[in-house]
C-alpha cells in the first residue's frame, strides 16, 4: 500500500499492460515521479496522440495513420497476393524479409474458443468480401492467399476455418511453411518442427 | 520502422522507462492500440494526476498528496528516532516490518561520482537542519538517526559522508545490520555478507 491514491491509481493502470507485474508497475510508477521534467506529460501526450490519430486501414484492418495504409496504396505492389496476418505488428516481420510484394489482411486475432474468438470476432468476413469482389470485378482480382499465421492451435484452427471458406473461388491458397529456423543448430530444435521440417521437406 | 509517427513517439516514450527495451516497448505500444476502449485516457490520466497531486513532504521529503505525509503527521509516533533512506519506495519495507515507529528522513537517492551526484544533490542539508532544529529548540529534539541505506558502494560512500557531518552532536548513530537473510540456506550466502554476518555476530 502506498497511501497515495493518485500513485496507487498509476500503478493499478500499470499493471494492467502485458508483461508488468505490481511490483514493476511500482518501480516504473517512482521512476516517472522522480524524473521529474516533463516525461509525465510526453507519455501522456504520446498515448492519447496514438488514440487520435491511429486507426485501421478500411481496407486490409493495418493500423495507419493517412486514409488507406502504405502497403494498400503502393502501386508497385502486387494486387494478386494477399499475405494474411494475425495482427499488424506481424506484416513488419514480412515486410523485413523482402519476400513478399503483394497487399496484406490483418485479422486483428486468431479463432480460440477458450478466449471466446471466433470467427465473427476477426476480420474474416472482410476477407472473404475482399475475394468476391475481385471475382464480381468490383474489386482487384485476387490469384492467391498466403497465410501467415502464428504455429499454434489458434492459429492452425484458424487455417482450417479459412481453408474451407476460401476453397471453391479458384484461388492458390497456401500456409508459409514450419521447418528448422536458417542458422540454428539440429540438436536445438523441437520435435514438433523437427517432426513438421521433415514432413515439409523439399525435394532437390 | 512502424511507419506511423505517432505510434513511433509511443514506442520511443515507453522505451524511456527503466527495463523496458525497443521491443517489449513495441509490444506495449501494440497492446495499448489493441485495447481500444478507455485504457489510453485512463493511464495518461493517471500519469497527468500523479505529476500534479504528488510531491515532496517539506519535512522528510517522502511522497505525499497532503501537506505533510502521513509518518510526519502521526502523533503516536516518537519524534526522536530518525531513520534515513535513499527513497520514498524504501519507507514501505520498513514499514511493513513494523519494526520502527519514529520518522523518517528521504535522501532522494545516494552520492555517486561516478553518476554526478554529490552531497548537494541530496536532502542531506535537510536532515542536518532537522538534527539542528532539534538542539536549538525550534524543532522536536532528535536523539537517534538510523542509516538504512542500500549495501552498495554509493549506500556505504553515503554512511561515511553522513557519519562526519553528524558526529558530535550528541546523537546515536547507527546503520542497519547485515547479515545471513532469516530463512535463507547458508550455502546461497555470497562471502561478503557471510564476511559481514561473522563480523556483526551478536553474543548470547
Ligand atoms: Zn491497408
Ligand atoms: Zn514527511
Chains 1, 2 share one sequence.
Do not use: W
Request: charged share 30%; aromatic share 4%; hydrophobic share 35%.
Amino acid at each position: 500500500m502506498l497511501h497515495i491514491s493518485a500513485l496507487e491509481k498509476l500503478v493499478h493502470e500499470l499493471s494492467r499492460l502485458p508483461g508488468i507485474g505490481p511490483k514493476t508497475a511500482q518501480r516504473l510508477a517512482y521512476y516517472i515521479l522522480r524524473t521529474g521534467n516533463e516525461y509525465p506529460e510526453r507519455l501522456s501526450e504520446a498515448l492519447l496522440r496514438v488514440k487520435a490519430e491511429v486507426h485501421d486501414c478500411p481496407t486490409c484492418f493495418n493500423y495507419t495513420d493517412t486514409d488507406i495504409c502504405r502497403y494498400c496504396e503502393d502501386s508497385h505492389r502486387s494486387d494478386e497476393s494477399i499475405c494474411v496476418v494475425e495482427e499488424p505488428s506481424d506484416i513488419m516481420r514480412i515486410e523485413s524479409s523482402g519476400a513478399f510484394r503483394g497487399r496484406y489482411h490483418v485479422l486483428h486475432g486468431a479463432i480460440s474458443p477458450l478466449e471466446g474468438i471466433g470467427p465473427k470476432e476477426l476480420k474474416i468476413k472482410e476477407l472473404i468480401d475482399r475475394v468476391e469482389d475481385g471475382l464480381s470485378g468490383t474489386g482487384p482480382a485476387i490469384k492467391e492467399i498466403i497465410l501467415a499465421l502464428d504455429a499454434d492451435l489458434e492459429g492452425d484452427t484458424t487455417i482450417l476455418y479459412l481453408a474451407k471458406q476460401l476453397q471453391g473461388k479458384g484461388l492458390k491458397l497456401s500456409r508459409i511453411a514450419h521447418g528448422v529456423p536458417i542458422g540454428s543448430d539440429i540438436d536445438f530444435v523441437d520435435d514438433r518442427t523437427m517432426g513438421r521440417a521433415l514432413q515439409n521437406r523439399v525435394e532437390l
